[in-house]
């Protein structure tokens, strides 16, 4: 068996299979963990396609692969050292190498809301260590990311939906926008997943993801991974994913390899797991607001509808964010109450986990930027696993009736 090369797999296929093949010595099924950091040379520059493990590892490529197959990129083929996939050491070194990509003054829009590392990468370092500028722009208003365009700017970074308050953008409708100019489309694609979105299609040309979420998925692994269907631009990033060097482990690499082969089960029982538990905060007079995209009332719900399907059928995602009816001294009862959910960073694993954004993942975003996106102090995160339901609804009913 070799890499099934028919375009029209599914991604269930091909996140068991996508860029895999059996190991031509041994017969292995799964990629084996390739250490070595030096491959044997028969004379000066003839070598198997392997030299040093920053720069070619067999088991990082086998991720790569699959990633890039999953998001529909056509640059996928095992011999051609611009396939489209890119695996680094954490999300944040695949957007910061991906910003190595452009040029002291170039111009970057980028959502307003976004994961806060992201935000503190692109305010407190690469505006002063690489002399970029950006205008934050809620792009859920095409005609506001217009107005931001100017001739300096290069690349256009959207989140979809957003961390923490789950605002959908019209991933079309970016693309339109930029019509014919020389910018850079970028999506952090980590909370819908190419299993919902894959932003390739609607005519993005990058496509990020923290693979320490639901791609590996069982919260073991710290991951970054690009995927581009450019050739050009699958050049560029991969020169600077060896030039830069944050790249992904071997062990990490197989890790991750290993979790994304579930991801179409697990995204099936996240969303059908978080849309019961929308409805169930939804229906609690202890909750001023549920904030996912699932529900009919989300903001941009007809965006969500079109844009986030799941064999087409529309689904939300795992993620939900809501506003309880209480102080922080409430909010921080009903955090406690959980047995079930931990309490924890990070989201997208198979345990279902609750956090407060204000006080955790968003405390480097600034007060005043935080109130404007409507991060406050009764605002909470839920990322929900795959637990029996039952379990999860009485687990989130304990923590309700604490408040
Ligand atoms: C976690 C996360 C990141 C950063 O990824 P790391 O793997 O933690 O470096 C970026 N974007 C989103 C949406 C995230 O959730």
């Known amino acids: 068996m070799s890499t099934p090369k028919h375009q029209d797999l ?18 292995a099924v799964m990629p084996p963990v390739y250490l070595s950091s030096t491959y044997a040379q028969s004379s000066p520059g003839v070598h198997q396609g392997y030299e040093y493990s920053r720069s070619h590892n067999p088991t990082r490529y086998a991720l790569e692969r699959c990633i890039a197959r999953l998001e529909g990129s056509a640059l996928t083929e095992d011999q051609d050292p611009s ?8 999300g944040m070194a695949a957007t910061a190498s ?24 692109f305010q407190q370092v690469a505006k002063r260590s690489r002399g970029l500028t950006f205008s934050f722009v809620d792009m859920t208003d095409i005609d506001a990311v217009q107005a931001a365009i100017t001739p300096r700017t290069r690349l256009l970074w959207v989140e979809t939906p957003t961390n923490p308050m789950l605002k959908v953008s019209d991933l079309g409708a970016l693309a339109q926008a930029r019509s014919g100019r020389d910018i850079i489309l970028a999506c952090d694609n980590t909370f819908a997943t190419p299993m919902l979105q894959r932003p390739l299609e609607h005519g993005f040309d990058v496509v990020m993801h923290s693979g320490t979420k639901y791609i590996g998925g069982h919260s073991d692994v710290v991951c970054g991974l690009l995927v581009t269907a450019n050739t050009e ?5 991969r020169f600077h994913q060896n030039a830069v060097g944050s790249v992904l482990g071997p062990f990490d690499s197989y890790l991750a390899l290993r979790g994304v082969k579930t991801l179409a089960l697990r995204m ?8 019961e538990l929308a409805k169930m905060l939804e229906a609690s007079p202890k909750v001023q607001e549920v904030i996912y995209p699932g529900l009919g009332n989300h903001p941009q719900a007809e965006v969500a509808q079109r844009q986030m399907q799941l064999n087409s059928m529309h689904a939300g995602g795992g993620m939900i964010t809501a506003t309880l009816d209480t ?3 409430g909010s921080r009862r009903f955090l406690e ?5 931990s309490l924890a960073e990070s989201l997208g694993g198979v345990e279902s986990l609750v956090e407060h954004p204000a006080i955790m993942t968003h405390a480097s975003v600034p007060i005043a930027d935080r109130a404007a996106l409507g991060i406050s102090d009764n605002l909470i995160r839920l990322s929900v696993g795959i ?5 999860l609804k009485a687990d989130l009913q304990r923590a309700l009736d604490a408040v």
């Not at 631009?233 to 990033?237: L, N, T």
């Not at 099936?268 to 849309?275: E, K, N, Q, V």
């Open 98 to 121: 991906l910003l190595e990509t452009l040029d002291t003054g170039d111009h970057v829009i980028a959502m307003d809301d976004l994961y806060g590392g992201t935000h503190r990468l």
């Open 268 to 275: 099936a029982r996240h969303c059908d797991s978080a849309m």
């Open 387 to 391: 637990e029996a339901l039952v379990d």
């Open 233 to 237: 631009m699958a050049q560029r990033i």
């Open 83 to 90: 396939f489209g996939g890119f695996a680094f050491s954490s």
């Open 10 to 27: 599914h991604t269930e296929t091909l996140a068991v299979h996508g860029g895999q093949h059996v190991c031509p010595t041994t017969g």
């Open 337 to 341: 109450a959980f047995e079930i959910f």
């Open 327 to 329: 102080d922080e001294a």
